[in-house]
């Protein structure tokens, strides 16, 4: 028999594809043996502490991660995919961390971590929708274009490039976010720089 409990434990996994939390069940109102016992009937696989999966299901690895790592933020190469600023899928997936944040497990997902200052790690946070349309914490464009600019070095130049271009050919681009970003992360005229040519 199906309960109401399970009606909406399975909305939230639907939502989620195929993704739910021990926390998200709690605060839908299932006691933990009622979401214990769930689990056990839906056949749920437990991928990390409080965390399932549908087996049948094909994950959304940025869902997943996220829901592990909800300190995490996607940034650089994996915030310009989820903007569409490139076609490249990001191998391996970035994130961006408080510098006091303890990453050793996230690392052992094969996560390349950037680590800011924590004055830095909320600007330009926002939430963007993976390709499998479930939202995650990521850094908007502009602050992403931020990020570029300053791993210039380490970036691949034709990613680069078509960064630019499409941000600056973007409906939504913020030019004024964007000086604000780079002002207070003490990059103002690197940023300026790169903008001036491509605009």
């Not at 056990?40 to 549908?54: K, N």
């Not at 790592?69 to 989820?82: E, I, N």
């Not at 630019?164 to 003490?186: F, G, P, Q, W």
Request: charged fraction near 30%.
């Amino acid at each position: 028999m199906i309960t109401r409990c399970d009606k909406t434990l399975d909305a939230i996994l639907e939502s989620n594809a195929g993704i739910i939390t021990s926390a998200e069940a709690q605060e839908a109102g299932a006691t933990r043996p009622a979401f214990s016992d769930y689990v056990r009937r839906r056949g749920l696989e437990r991928t990390s502490r409080g965390v399932y999966v549908d087996p049948d299901v094909f994950p959304d690895e940025m869902a997943l991660l996220q829901k592990r790592f909800p300190k995490a933020v996607f940034s650089h190469d994996s915030a310009l995919y989820l903007h569409d600023l490139t076609d490249r899928e990001p191998m391996p997936i970035s994130g961006t961390v408080d510098s006091n944040y303890n990453a050793g497990p996230l690392r052992d997902q094969s996560v390349r971590i950037y680590y800011v200052k924590p004055e830095w790690y909320e600007l330009g946070l926002t939430e963007v929708e993976t390709p499998g349309g479930i939202k995650v914490r990521a850094y908007d464009k502009e602050r992403t274009i931020c990020d570029l600019v300053r791993k210039r070095a380490t970036v691949d130049s034709a990613v680069f490039r078509q960064a630019i271009r499409d941000y600056t050919r973007s409906k939504d681009k913020d030019l004024a976010r964007l000086s604000s970003c780079a002002r207070a992360m003490n990059m103002e005229s690197r940023v300026f720089e790169v903008m001036e040519v491509a605009l």
